[in-house]
């Protein structure tokens, strides 16, 4: 939903007379507006009736203005004092009538609130706009009801994906913008144990139920495609168990996937003659290759064309003779090089020729509107190997998409269908020091250019280039502890001094804050339990419609561009 939508009805959201609205406004009511600022939001005081425990950081208010209505989330609770007396010499509240007098006027408890929407009422219209302003002294502040958030987040429908419920308010939901989720890259993002894996599973289960985007998921421990450990007791189902004809596994290791009994389509294979030195310049912190030994290789490239891997596997002294004698490289770093190159061997998916295009597979596989998930088996357990095949992979997907792209331009019907491309451990990807020459910082850039949009998940958001995280229109984020983490993940977002506290506090399951583009302001979510219940929701879904097929472009797209 955005803020120019007119097909919601958003005089319900916040209603022009609130006492005629709210029946019982003496139960919704939480206290009355006593300071604050645009940049650091609102200060309430609260009734004397209120409880003080009964709040949360990340609950949804209204506050009714004299023009205006906004809606607010609780960034702070805290206690205050009339008299400095209070604290030093707290008074005898045993008796009922000290406590009575006391409470909520010598000592209170107050709230801070961040703005997050306005309607304006004398504009005659019902539109939420971003807050340019806050509202004056003594104004009622309500907690915010089931038909306020329902209207602000709209309802469930072909682009609208249930994701779980609000603080506090566990009858309603809220509903991602799947259209607007993948028009541009997404985060997910929290520390380790928070539930990451799920939080994706959960997003990708949308994406292919509402046909969003086809998916490329590069699935490093297995967590996405047949089934999963889950700590709860029972294996929960991958993406392929959900959507079957929607859903294609390959895999690079055939035996940990038939030891599994997970139902793959084909084994990736790469030949060494298919590499080029492109495909291990990522891999420069991880294997520790230097400079040298990164030119070196464009060297061997050129000089001994797609031979040059297996060559320099089982390097001869007349081999080492020649280069140096007619290149600038030296033996010693060719020995350094091959020492590392050699690892290669230990990988049982790669192959000394290749036997077939991988690419060419998985490129007819999307083409065909299915997602993939390839797993990498005992393989995902190396580093090094991940960061290959990603690389090597998405580099070639990317090409074949961006001319596919200009070929069809002028005829969208042409276009190949919009692709989201999933990466774990992302921060070794997008490291600020090599994002702008790979692949993923470019994708990242393009926004959706090319139709390519990456989902990104990730524990370490601080390791993220900082110009990549600013193109990140979505991020979907866990309970994260380290300061440098929640900066990271804060960057360029409105309000972000009242959000810290409210990422800070999330607990440890089940809970994140979506910020971005997909919403039409930050939310704290209790998220959508991955088990039966929502298996039978999904494949109702399924089986009650017909498969809606991942959306492919029109002109107006290409104009937004």
Same mark, same amino acid.
């Given at each position: 939903?955005?803020?120019?939508?007119?097909?919601?009805?958003?005089?319900?959201?916040?209603?022009r007379d609130a006492r005629s609205y709210f029946a019982t406004e003496a139960d919704l009511r939480l206290g009355v507006l006593v300071g604050g600022s645009l940049s650091k939001g609102l200060v309430i005081k609260l009734d004397s009736g209120v409880s003080i425990e009964d709040l949360a950081v990340g609950r949804y208010i209204v506050v009714h203005g004299e023009n205006k209505r906004f809606f607010c989330m609780i960034t702070d609770i805290l206690l205050d004092h009339t008299n400095p007396e209070i604290q030093s010499a707290?008074?005898?509240?045993?008796?009922?009538?000290?406590?009575?007098?006391?409470?909520?006027?010598?000592?209170?408890?107050?709230?801070?609130?961040?703005?997050?929407?306005?309607?304006?009422?004398?504009?005659?219209?019902?539109?939420?706009?971003?807050?340019?302003?806050?509202?004056?002294?003594?104004?009622?502040?309500?907690?915010?009801?089931?038909?306020?958030?329902?209207?602000?987040?709209?309802?469930?429908?072909?682009?609208?994906?249930?994701?779980?419920?609000?603080?506090?308010?566990?009858?309603?939901?809220?509903?991602?913008?799947?259209?607007?989720?993948?028009?541009?890259?997404?985060?997910?993002?929290?520390?380790?144990?928070?539930?990451?894996?799920?939080?994706?599973?959960?997003?990708?289960?949308?994406?292919?139920?509402?046909?969003?985007?086809?998916?490329?998921?590069?699935?490093?421990?297995?967590?996405? +495609?047949?089934? /999963?450990?889950?700590?709860? $007791?029972?294996?929960?189902?991958?993406?392929?168990? =959900?959507?079957? @004809? #929607?859903? !294609?596994?390959?895999?690079?290791?055939?035996?940990?996937?038939?030891?599994?009994?997970?139902?793959?389509?084909?084994?990736?294979?790469?030949?060494?003659?298919?590499?080029?030195?492109?495909?291990?310049?990522?891999?420069?912190?991880?294997?520790?290759?230097?400079?040298?030994?990164?030119?070196?290789?464009?060297?061997?490239?050129?000089?001994?064309?797609?031979?040059?891997?297996?060559?320099?596997?089982?390097?001869?002294?007349?081999?080492?003779?020649?280069?140096?004698?007619?290149?600038?490289?030296?033996?010693?770093?060719?020995?350094?090089?091959?020492?590392?190159?050699?690892?290669?061997?230990?990988? +049982?998916?790669? /192959?000394?020729?290749?036997? $077939?295009?991988?690419?060419?597979?998985?490129?007819? =596989?999307?083409? @065909? #509107?299915? !997602?993939?998930?390839?797993?990498?088996?005992?393989?995902?357990?190396?580093?090094?190997?991940?960061?290959?095949?990603?690389?090597?992979?998405?580099?070639?997907?990317?090409?074949?998409?961006?001319?596919?792209?200009?070929?069809?331009?002028?005829?969208?019907?042409?276009?190949?269908?919009?692709?989201?491309?999933?990466?774990?451990?992302?921060?070794?990807?997008?490291?600020?020091?090599?994002?702008?020459?790979?692949?993923?910082?470019?994708?990242?850039?393009?926004?959706?250019?090319?139709?390519?949009?990456?989902?990104?998940?990730?524990?370490?958001?601080?390791?993220?280039?900082?110009?990549?995280?600013?193109?990140?229109?979505?991020?979907?984020?866990?309970?994260?502890?380290?300061?440098?983490?929640?900066?990271?993940?804060?960057?360029?977002?409105?309000?972000?001094?009242?959000?810290?506290?409210?990422?800070?506090?999330?607990?440890?399951?089940?809970?994140?804050?979506?910020?971005?583009?997909?919403?039409?302001?930050?939310?704290?979510?209790?998220?959508?339990?991955?088990?039966?219940?929502?298996?039978?929701?999904?494949?109702?879904?399924?089986?009650?419609?017909?498969?809606?097929?991942?959306?492919?472009?029109?002109?107006?797209?290409?104009?937004?561009?």
């Amino acid at each position: 939903m955005t803020y120019s939508d007119n097909s919601v009805d958003l005089e319900q959201m916040f209603p022009r007379d609130a006492r005629s609205y709210f029946a019982t406004e003496a139960d919704l009511r939480l206290g009355v507006l006593v300071g604050g600022s645009l940049s650091k939001g609102l200060v309430i005081k609260l009734d004397s009736g209120v409880s003080i425990e009964d709040l949360a950081v990340g609950r949804y208010i209204v506050v009714h203005g004299e023009n205006k209505r906004f809606f607010c989330m609780i960034t702070d609770i805290l206690l205050d004092h009339t008299n400095p007396e209070i604290q030093s010499a707290p008074p005898d509240i045993s008796d009922p009538f000290l406590r009575a007098v006391y409470s909520g006027t010598a000592a209170y408890g107050k709230i801070h609130a961040q703005p997050m929407l306005a309607i304006d009422d004398s504009e005659g219209q019902a539109t939420p706009k971003p807050v340019k302003t806050i509202p004056g002294h003594f104004v009622s502040v309500l907690n915010a009801t089931v038909s306020d958030v329902n209207a602000v987040f709209g309802k469930e429908d072909e682009t609208h994906f249930n994701v779980g419920t609000p603080l506090e308010l566990e009858t309603t939901q809220i509903n991602l913008n799947l259209r607007r989720l993948v028009e541009r890259s997404v985060g997910i993002f929290g520390k380790s144990g928070t539930g990451k894996s799920f939080l994706t599973r959960l997003l990708l289960a949308g994406v292919i139920a509402r046909g969003q985007a086809v998916n490329l998921i590069f699935d490093m421990h297995n967590d996405y +495609g047949w089934e /999963v450990e889950d700590e709860r $007791g029972p294996r929960a189902k991958g993406l392929k168990q =959900l959507f079957n @004809d #929607q859903v !294609s596994i390959c895999t690079l290791d055939g035996e940990s996937s038939r030891r599994r009994n997970a139902k793959f389509d084909f084994e990736v294979k790469i030949g060494y003659d298919e590499i080029e030195p492109e495909d291990i310049a990522m891999l420069r912190e991880t294997m520790g290759l230097s400079d040298a030994m990164i030119d070196a290789a464009y060297t061997l490239s050129k000089r001994w064309g797609k031979d040059w891997v297996q060559r320099l596997i089982d390097i001869t002294n007349e081999d080492i003779e020649d280069i140096e004698a007619n290149t600038p490289t030296r033996g010693g770093t060719l020995a350094a090089l091959q020492r590392r190159i050699q690892r290669f061997e230990r990988w +049982g998916f790669l /192959v000394p020729f290749s036997t $077939g295009d991988s690419v060419d597979s998985i490129m007819k =596989l999307i083409e @065909d #509107q299915r !997602s993939v998930v390839l797993e990498f088996g005992r393989y995902g357990n190396s580093l090094e190997a991940y960061m290959l095949v990603t690389n090597y992979l998405t580099r070639r997907i990317h090409e074949r998409y961006v001319e596919r792209v200009e070929q069809a331009l002028g005829d969208s019907a042409m276009e190949p269908p919009q692709l989201l491309i999933t990466i774990e451990e992302a921060h070794k990807f997008l490291d600020p020091k090599i994002a702008s020459q790979t692949i993923f910082g470019i994708i990242a850039r393009e926004l959706r250019k090319y139709n390519v949009t990456l989902l990104v998940v990730d524990q370490r958001p601080s390791g993220i280039d900082e110009e990549v995280m600013s193109q990140i229109g979505t991020r979907v984020t866990a309970l994260l502890d380290n300061e440098r983490d929640i900066n990271a993940v804060l960057t360029g977002i409105n309000g972000a001094a009242g959000l810290r506290e409210v990422l800070a506090r999330l607990d440890t399951k089940q809970q994140a804050i979506i910020m971005g583009h997909a919403v039409p302001m930050p939310v704290v979510v209790k998220t959508r339990t991955y088990d039966e219940e929502f298996y039978a929701a999904i494949q109702g879904e399924i089986g009650g419609t017909p498969a809606i097929k991942p959306r492919r472009n029109n002109g107006k797209d290409r104009r937004l561009r």
